[in-house]
């Protein structure tokens, strides 16, 4: 017999190819039964394993389980358990770690000042030989060439003493949690989500949107609040034969094939940065994608929201779902109607609110680090990154700004600790083949990568970090897909509590415009608000609402006006052409179809997306 304590490996496997039976047959209760033994057994295959790197192996065998589950417990009438579900299987390994690293522990500490320390240094201990870890694996990464047996035992003997080293570290943090659980109200600490932590995230007017393919069908559950708390409501659970689509219909859009041969589709266009087979893939995806968010649409419109965080799960978390049309017969889409947020989950969510307003009560003071355009050999120059970044600095009343060959990342580095906000306008990669090698790409072709991220939490002070440049929102979409193993996801987990970024390859003079405005609604509000700030996801939603819809006569004017508005001195000294930069753009636009909306695809403008809180 295949016990989770004995066999859990084959139990999880046994249990979940059961589920895959039933749900073939459409036998929704035995299939959420089944995937519930699965589920089980794979939580304890994955709290048996010592290393992150264990773990991520067992995340990697289990992907698209809680998915499947969540569908048929759907489709049995759960929606609860469906949401949780969905829950439990987003970002596991970002939501174990925020956690444990931003728990609030001030009533512990006046209450069992003895358990506080303890937990304190048993989490310092995990996070030590976590970040020893990743040291350890990064000289491996990538690396081609003979096999050196010599160099493998090394490795594996350092490998074992690590191991060991983090076991023993863990079972003190146990014992920690488990003498915190022990104090009044904390019973519950370091426990996985349930129905009541979800309910805790929903705002009264912005619900959370799950939303999920399988094999089976689609599924997107819509959890708004109510007088009894959240109120998980399925607004799309149906399969193939009814009309829905299913994960197999998004494959065929994200990588197009003939016969071996890849010849386009979106994830060849998003890493490759080929403009226009992104965007055709773009358009072939909108009426796939239309599909789950016409009903959403629909039932946020019977509801009082102004906004709404997407968590989208598996692959959906690489698209832009905000800039997706909400019917055939309408051309608005959700950011169109609501101010849209992501987020990697509800847990992530309330740990970045908590940061969020630990970080508003522990100081006035604003300074802005901001870097752009450094000077790269394997890089094109962006010219309107520095107008970008005059454009940003102008908000803050101390800011240290860092062009061309300044811009490197011992400069960066040094200036980070004690920043409120990082803006990063530059060029940025994602590894697909190993995500932790991720990295904005700085003066020198230096690189700041995902792996220092995790290691050196070098934004752990920021409110919060925008990287405007390229694939900075992109996520393991082969091993982990689930996980939001990536730069925005990584900056998260290093004590961000809001990250925007991007999902492909924007264009120089979008983005610029697109920041622009997004700190201008932001610091400065809009006319409906009677100029009040605005909240950074409005802000964004704002930002990207007036580039869609700006014409080319307002454009030209635009740029005139910031013409007029600088030259400020550390435009000139930043670079002369910038001014003259601003004065021809204008001028283009001048000319061309005054209304003509330049920017009206949403290539330009939905890349950009506010993540966390």
């Known amino acids: 017999v295949f016990t989770s304590a004995a066999y859990p490996f084959y139990r999880r496997d046994v249990a979940s190819t059961l589920g895959d039976t039933y749900t073939a047959a459409g036998r929704w209760v035995d299939a959420a039964g089944a995937y519930q033994i699965a589920l089980a057994a794979g939580e304890a295959v994955y709290q048996a394993s010592i290393t992150q790197e264990g773990k991520q192996e067992q995340l990697t065998e289990s992907r698209g389980l809680h998915r499947r589950a969540a569908y048929a417990m759907a489709r049995s009438g759960d929606a609860k358990t469906a949401v949780v579900t969905l829950e439990l299987g987003r970002a596991r390994g970002l939501g174990d770690v925020l956690a444990r690293d931003a728990a609030d ?25 976590e970040e020893r870890e990743l040291a350890l694996r990064a000289p491996i990464i990538g690396v081609q060439g003979p096999f050196d047996e010599a160099k493998e035992r090394t490795y594996r003997r ?19 949690r488990d003498r915190i659980r022990q104090v009044a109200g904390m019973k519950d600490f370091l426990e996985q989500p349930t129905m009541a932590d979800i309910s805790a995230a929903v705002e009264p007017l912005s619900p959370l949107a799950y939303l999920a393919l399988t094999d089976a069908g689609a599924l997107v559950i819509l959890v708004t609040s109510g007088p009894g708390g959240a109120l998980p409501d399925v607004v799309v659970g149906s399969g193939v034969g009814d009309g829905g689509i299913c994960s197999a219909d998004l494959t065929s859009c994200l990588v197009e094939r003939n016969g071996d041969e890849v010849v386009g589709g979106y994830l060849p266009g998003l890493v490759s940065g080929d403009v226009a087979m992104l965007s055709w893939a773009f358009d072939d995806m909108a009426p796939l994608l239309r599909r789950l968010v016409e009903p959403l649409s629909t039932s946020l419109a019977k509801t009082t929201s102004t906004g709404v965080v997407l968590i989208p799960c598996g692959l959906i978390d690489l698209l832009p779902l905000h800039a997706v049309a909400c019917g055939a017969e309408d051309e608005s889409c959700l950011l169109d109607r609501w101010d849209v947020a992501f987020a990697p989950s509800a847990r992530v969510l309330r740990a970045a609110r908590r940061r969020a ?15 752009a355009n450094p000077t790269s050999r394997d890089t094109v120059p962006l010219p309107w990154a520095e107008i970008e970044l005059a454009g940003v600095a102008r908000w803050f009343g101390t800011a240290r700004t860092m062009v061309g060959d300044g811009a490197t990342k011992d400069a960066l580095l040094a200036a980070t600790p004690s920043a409120t906000h ?14 932790l090698s991720s990295a904005v790409i700085l003066a020198g072709d230096d690189r700041l990568s995902l792996r220092e991220i995790l290691q050196r939490q070098p934004f752990a002070a920021a409110t919060m970090v925008v990287i405007s440049g390229c694939q900075t929102a992109v996520t393991d979409f082969t091993d982990l897909p689930d996980e939001s193993v990536g ?4 900056i998260l987990q290093a004590g961000t509590p809001a990250v925007i970024s991007s999902l492909w390859v924007v264009d120089d003079l979008a983005s610029a415009l697109v920041m622009e405005r997004f700190y201008c609604y932001w610091r400065a509000g809009e006319a409906a608000t009677g100029g009040r700030p605005t909240r950074p996801s409005r802000a964004l939603a704002l930002a990207q609402r007036w580039l ?5 006569a307002d454009l030209a004017e635009y740029l005139a006006t910031l013409n007029r508005e600088w030259p400020r001195p550390d435009m000139q000294s930043n670079g002369p052409s910038l001014i003259t930069t601003l004065s021809e ?14 920017f009206a695809h949403p290539f330009y403008w939905a890349p950009f997306v506010f993540i966390g809180a």
């Open 487 to 490: 730069l925005s996801g990584g």
């Open 158 to 176: 350092r490998v074992d003493a690590l191991r060991a080293d983090m076991e023993r570290a863990q079972v003190e943090l146990g014992h920690a």
């Open 357 to 371: 307003a630990e970080a508003a009560n522990s100081r006035d003071d604003e300074y802005l680090v901001a870097v």
């Open 105 to 129: 522990l001030a009533e512990v500490a006046k209450l069992d000042s003895a358990a506080f320390r303890q937990f304190d240094e048993a989490a310092r201990a995990v996070r030590h030989f």
């Open 585 to 598: 753009t204008a001028e283009y636009y001048r000319r061309q179809d005054p209304d003509n909306r330049p």
């Open 548 to 552: 869609a819809s700006v014409t080319s």
């Open 422 to 435: 990082v803006h990063v306008a530059a060029h940025a990669t994602f590894d697909a083949r190993e995500p």
